[in-house]
C-alpha cells in the first residue's frame, strides 16, 4: 500500500501534515501561481528547523510524484532482497517493511541493515556517518583535487537516511535546486545541481587511487569526463528526465524534470548496461581461449563504490558427454584500501584500527581490479585438455557482497552467460 503524506490546501492557507502526524507549518501562505502578485513573503516562507534530517515526506506533500521515485521506486525495477553478512547460517538482513520492494537507495540509507550491521561488525560506528547521514554541504568545485568528509549528523538523527535536504538544503537554510523558482520556501538556484559536483561529496572519498574503493566520482572525471568518452554527468544515467510539473497542485509549467531513482546494483536493468563479454578461441584446434570483458555502459570503473561488490567470471569447458573436464574463475572487484587485498598483510592488518574489515577484504587475495570506463580487459585461459569436443560456458555475475558464502544467491545477479563450441586436436 503507498502511502502519499496529506496535505492540505485552503484559500491561500498551506497547512502540511506529514505522514508522522507532526505539523509541519501552518501559515498564511500566498501560494505561487494562484494568489495574485505572486511571490510570498520571507515572513510565510517553510522552514526546515530539522535540516538534513527533515522526514522527505514534508517535502512529498508538495513534491509527490519526486517523493514516490524516492520513497516506493516507482518506475524502477529496483530489488531490495535480504542479505546475509557472512555465512549462511547468519541471521538474514531484511530491510524493514515499507510498503515497496524498490525505494530508492537513497531513502533507505538510514534503516539498510548491511550497512548499519557491517559498522557495528567492522568499525564500531566511528567513521561511517560521514556519507550515509550528512550535515548539510556546499557542492565542492567540479575540479576538485580531493573530497574531504563532511560532516556527520549526530546519532539521533540518522534514520532518516540521505534525505530530500540531505542534497537539497544548502548551509544557509535555502533549498537549491537547478532553476529559479517561486516557492513557499528559501530558494536558490544552482545550476551545479545538474553536475556530478551533486553526487561527489558522498561518492568519493580522498585521492584518486586507481583501483580502490569508494572512487566513483573520481572515476568518472578523470577516466570518462576528461578523455571525453561521454558528455554525461551522474545525473544523465542515474537520474532519467521527463516532463511534468514539480510541484503537482501550484500549476506551475511542467518542464523536464528529474526521475529520483538512481538505480545501481540493486537494479538488473542497470547492471544490464555495464558489461559486455565476448569469448573466443583465436587459434583453431587449441586449448587456448580469450574472454573480453568490456565496460561500455558505466561513466565509471564496473564494479564501483563500496569494496564489498564484485563481479565473478566463471568459465567450464564441457565435454561432449556434457561431464566438466576443466573450471576457471576470476573476481573483479575495488580494493579496500590503495594498494591490492593481498594475504601477505593478514598479520599487519590485526594492528589496525579498521582490522575487521581490512582483515576480511585481504583474507580473500588477489583479484582482477575494477574495469575502468571503457576499457576491455582480456584474460587468457590454457586448460589441460585431451584432443576432444568442448563447450566452453562463461557466466559473468554481480555480487553485491563478495565476502559472504558464494553459495548465498539472493545478493547475485546474472549480468550474461555465453557459449563457445570448440575442437581440440
Ligand atoms: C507547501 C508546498 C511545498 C513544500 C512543503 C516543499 N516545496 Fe519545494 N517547491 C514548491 C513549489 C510550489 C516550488 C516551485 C515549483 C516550480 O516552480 O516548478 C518548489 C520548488 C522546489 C525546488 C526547485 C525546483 C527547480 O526546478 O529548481 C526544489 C529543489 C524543492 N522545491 C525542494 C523541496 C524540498 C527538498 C522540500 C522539503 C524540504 C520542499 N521542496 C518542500 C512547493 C513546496
Ligand atoms: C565516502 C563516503 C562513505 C563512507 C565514509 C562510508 N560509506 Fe558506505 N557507502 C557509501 C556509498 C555512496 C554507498 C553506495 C554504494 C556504492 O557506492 O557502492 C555505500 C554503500 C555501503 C554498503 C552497501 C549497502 C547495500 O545496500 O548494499 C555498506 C554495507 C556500507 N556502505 C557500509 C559502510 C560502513 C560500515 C562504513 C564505515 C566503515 C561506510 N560504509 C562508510 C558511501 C560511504
Ligand atoms: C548525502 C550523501 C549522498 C549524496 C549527495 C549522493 N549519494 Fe548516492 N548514495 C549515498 C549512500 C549512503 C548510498 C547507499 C545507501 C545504502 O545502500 O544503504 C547511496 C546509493 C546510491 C546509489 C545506489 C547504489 C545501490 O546499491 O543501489 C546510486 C546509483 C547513487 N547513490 C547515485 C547517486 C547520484 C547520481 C548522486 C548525485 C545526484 C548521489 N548518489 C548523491 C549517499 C549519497
Ligand atoms: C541524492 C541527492 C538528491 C536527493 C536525496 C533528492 N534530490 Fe531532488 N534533485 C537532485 C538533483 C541532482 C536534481 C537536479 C536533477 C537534474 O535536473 O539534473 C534534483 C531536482 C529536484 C527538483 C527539481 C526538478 C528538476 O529535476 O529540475 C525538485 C522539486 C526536487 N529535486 C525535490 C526533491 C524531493 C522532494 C526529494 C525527496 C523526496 C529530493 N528532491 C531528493 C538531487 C536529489
Ligand atoms: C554513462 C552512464 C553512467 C554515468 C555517467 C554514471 N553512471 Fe553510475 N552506473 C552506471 C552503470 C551502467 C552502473 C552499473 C554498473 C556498476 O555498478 O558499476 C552504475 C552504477 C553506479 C552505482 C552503483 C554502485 C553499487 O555498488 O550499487 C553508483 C553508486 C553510481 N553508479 C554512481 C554514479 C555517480 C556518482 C556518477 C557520477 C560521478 C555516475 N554513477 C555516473 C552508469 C553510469
Known amino acids: 500500500m503507498f502511502l502519499l503524506p496529506e496535505r492540505h490546501v485552503s484559500q491561500g492557507t498551506v497547512r502540511v501534515v506529514t505522514t508522522a502526524g507532526s505539523l509541519l507549518i501552518v501559515a498564511a501562505l500566498q501560494l505561487p501561481g494562484r494568489a495574485a502578485g505572486g511571490t510570498p ?147 536558490v538556484q544552482e ?3 545538474q553536475t556530478s559536483a551533486m553526487c561527489a561529496y558522498c561518492h568519493s572519498l580522498g585521492k584518486r587511487v586507481v583501483g580502490k574503493q569508494t572512487q566513483t566520482f573520481l572515476e568518472w572525471r578523470e577516466d570518462f569526463a576528461k578523455p571525453g568518452l561521454g558528455r554525461q554527468q551522474c545525473q544523465d544515467c542515474h537520474m532519467p528526465r521527463t516532463v511534468r510539473t514539480t510541484a503537482e497542485d501550484f500549476n506551475q509549467p511542467a518542464r523536464a524534470v528529474a526521475r529520483h531513482l538512481w538505480t545501481g546494483g540493486h537494479s538488473a536493468q542497470r547492471l544490464g548496461s555495464a558489461l559486455s563479454l565476448t569469448l573466443l578461441q583465436p587459434a583453431e584446434d587449441r586449448a587456448s581461449l ?79 581490479s575494477s574495469i575502468r570506463a571503457g576499457e576491455e580487459r582480456v584474460l587468457g585461459w590454457q586448460p589441460k585438455l585431451p584432443p576432444g569436443a568442448y563447450t566452453i560456458h562463461a557466466n559473468l555475475i554481480y555480487d553485491l557482497n563478495r565476502y559472504n558464502d558464494p553459495a548465498f544467491k539472493d545478493d547475485q545477479t546474472a549480468l550474461s552467460r555465453t557459449a563457445l563450441a570448440i575442437n581440440v586436436k
Open 191 to 193: 545550476p551545479a545541481m
Open 41 to 187: 513573503g520571507a515572513d510565510d516562507m517553510i522552514e526546515f528547523p530539522l535540516g538534513a534530517a527533515t522526514p522527505p515526506e514534508d517535502c512529498g506533500t508538495c513534491h509527490q510524484a519526486i517523493y514516490r521515485e524516492y520513497e516506493y521506486g516507482f518506475g524502477s525495477d529496483m530489488q531490495n532482497k535480504a542479505m546475509v553478512y557472512q555465512s549462511l547460517k547468519d541471521e538474514r538482513l531484511n530491510l524493514p517493511h515499507s510498503g515497496s520492494t524498490a525505494p530508492s537507495a537513497h531513502a533507505f540509507a538510514g534503516t539498510d541493515p548491511f550497512p548499519i550491521h557491517a559498522r557495528g561488525a567492522e568499525e564500531e560506528g566511528k567513521t561511517c556517518n560521514v556519507c550515509h547521514f550528512p550535515q548539510p554541504f556546499k557542492l565542492p568545485d567540479l575540479e576538485t583535487a580531493e573530497t574531504v568528509k563532511p560532516t556527520p549528523r549526530p546519532a539521533q538523527q540518522q534514520q532518516v537516511g540521505v534525505t530530500c535536504t540531505s542534497c537539497h538544503l544548502t548551509p544557509e537554510g535555502a533549498i537549491r535546486g537547478p532553476h529559479a523558482v517561486e516557492a513557499p520556501h528559501a530558494s
Open 290 to 368: 580469450e574472454f573480453h570483458v568490456i565496460n561500455l555502459g558505466a561513466g565509471h570503473s564496473v564494479p564501483t563504490g563500496s569494496n564489498r561488490r564484485g563481479i565473478h567470471l566463471q568459465v567450464e569447458a564441457a565435454d561432449a558427454s556434457g561431464r566438466i573436464a576443466a573450471r576457471q574463475q576470476w573476481l573483479f572487484a575495488p580494493w579496500y584500501g590503495s594498494r591490492p587485498d593481498d594475504r601477505a598483510f593478514l598479520e599487519e592488518d590485526k594492528q589496525r584500527p579498521d582490522a575487521v574489515a581490512a582483515t576480511q577484504a585481504d583474507a580473500q587475495g588477489p583479484h582482477e
